[in-house]
């Protein structure tokens, strides 16, 4: 059974630090792009940040490259978060993502989603 299993989020102060994991298991993890995303009340999901298969290259959406860092650990299948100098704005329920192309297929997983609540 696929399982992406999100943890970490909670309620911080603005300017804070959080670090949300999302345990994989059930398929190949290491065979996977990562990528984290986030959904804001009201508001579509946006990608946040992603890191390929081996861990070698990472990218973030822009409003998010100075602040956040993502990491993978793919002896532990897991997948990290890190976020500083948070802000009110980054108030979202935070999703990973795993996804795979191969040949003409593409398979994508999702977690349930773990809560970030930033407020004083």
């Known amino acids: ?3 992406l299993v999100e943890s970490g989020g909670g309620l911080v102060q603005p300017g804070g630090s959080l670090r ?15 990528r984290w995303y986030r959904q ?18 990472t ?8 602040r956040f860092t993502i990491s993978r650990d793919n002896a ?18 935070y999703y990973c993502n795993a996804r795979r192309v191969s040949g003409l297929r593409e398979y994508e997983y999702w977690g349930q989603g773990t809560q970030v609540t930033v407020s004083s």
């Open 1 to 3: 059974q696929v399982q």
């Open 20 to 34: 949300l994991s999302c345990v994989a298991s059930g398929f190949a993890f290491s065979g996977y792009a990562m």
């Open 40 to 57: 804001a009340p009201g508001k579509e999901r946006e990608w946040v940040a992603a890191i390929t298969s081996a861990g070698g290259s």
């Open 59 to 66: 990218s973030y959406a822009d409003s998010m490259k100075a």
């Open 76 to 93: 532990k299948k897991t997948v990290y978060l890190q976020m500083n100098s948070l802000k009110s704005e980054d108030t979202a329920v």
